[in-house]
């Protein structure tokens, strides 16, 4: 089997724009700074998992991208809501998806989850949030990334159906928090600015 690759989803840290949930405890440039040490802590694990990776980014031309997080594959995520950008994404499988908001991500669980794919159609890593902070597929399965209620707590539940209606029983990996809302700050304090 072809090693998956993981694909991780960020944003560039430009305040009000980064982790915006978390400017009301943070500020902006807080939130932004919050932003960029998550994005630069989940780089670390995808880095230290020896699994390739790349980067769909928004929020700045790819340039900044580099000069921020050095050499890296820095792909810009284009137009269209999360499921879109996810889909284009995909090719060449498989892949591992993750964004850069949960900060107990580690090489372990990256590898446990590239070597899942090896068995199974799928891997999914639930949030507590109700969404997910891992999604493997080995090979493309189109309806995950549709007719999916995006930033809501239905997405994981959604995804596990949209698995189960195309015939692919997925690996469960551990929960994880994200930590996108205030009050999430508290359980990682060595990521305040």
């Known amino acids: 089997m072809t090693v998956p ?49 790349q980067l769909r980014v928004t929020g700045a031309p790819i ?10 594959e820095v792909v810009d995520q284009g137009e269209g809501d999360l499921g879109e950008r996810l889909a284009r994404a995909g090719p060449p499988y498989p892949t591992l998806f993750i964004g850069a908001d949960a900060p107990d991500l580690g090489p372990d669980l990256l590898i446990r989850a590239a070597d899942a794919l090896a068995t199974h159609a799928a891997a999914i890593g639930p949030a507590e949030d109700g969404g997910y902070w891992l999604l493997g597929l ?18 994981f539940d959604q995804t596990l159906a949209r698995l189960a209606e195309a015939g692919a029983r997925p690996m469960l990996l551990p929960r994880l928090a994200d930590c996108d809302r205030p009050e999430d700050i508290a359980r990682w304090p060595d990521l305040l600015p």
Do not use: C, N, Q, Y
Not at 138 to 155: H, K, L, Y
């Open 138 to 155: 080995a090979r493309p399965i189109e309806a995950v990334f549709r007719s999916v209620a995006w930033g809501t707590d239905a997405v």
């Open 63 to 72: 340039a900044a991208f580099a000069e921020w997080l050095g050499t890296v």
């Open 5 to 53: 690759r993981v694909v991780i989803f960020t944003r560039f840290p430009e305040p009000g724009r980064a982790k915006t949930r978390l400017i009301p405890a943070l500020g902006p440039e807080g939130a932004a700074a919050m932003h960029r040490l998550l994005t630069e802590r989940t780089l670390r694990a995808v880095r230290a998992s020896g699994l390739p990776h």
